[in-house]
Nanobody, 122 residues
Framework: QVQLVESGGGLVQAGGSLRLSCAAS????????MGWFRQAPGKEREFVGG????????YYADFVKGRFTISNDNAKNTVYLQMNSLKPEDTAVYYC???????????????WGQGTQVTVSS
């Protein structure tokens, strides 16, 4: 079993930055790949990016490439989503999720955090 807890969300002006954290617990956490998703009001949950369990490979949706960076610290059982140059359209609830490998579809993930709200004002 893996438990995930996101933190770091908040209100930021357009052009600003936030770093989200996803703290994991569970004996087998280091064998899981991690994904970040987001869901805006009235929209479907969408893939933002992911990182392999080793941290050696990252994946990003086109709309965040060059602005967001995913990293992990396995010693702390934590995955990070560094978000720069934020735009109002980045406003959403952000979720981290764990799976045996990175999937672009949310259906592939076994465990989910509760989400953290990110609001970007114009």
């Amino acid at each position: 079993q893996v438990q995930l807890v996101e933190s770091g969300g908040g209100l930021v002006q357009a052009g600003g930055s936030l770093r989200l954290s996803c703290a994991a617990s569970g004996r087998t956490f280091n064998s899981y790949a991690m994904g970040w998703f987001r869901q805006a009001p009235g929209k479907e949950r969408e893939f933002v990016g992911g990182i392999s369990w080793s941290g050696g490979t990252t994946y990003y949706a086109d709309f965040v490439k060059g602005r967001f960076t995913i990293s992990n610290d396995n010693a702390k059982n934590t995955v990070y989503l560094q978000m720069n140059s934020l735009k109002p359209e980045d406003t959403a609830v952000y979720y981290c999720a764990a799976a045996r490998r990175v999937f672009w579809s949310q259906d592939g993930y076994d465990y989910w955090g509760q989400g953290t709200q990110v609001t970007v004002s114009s």
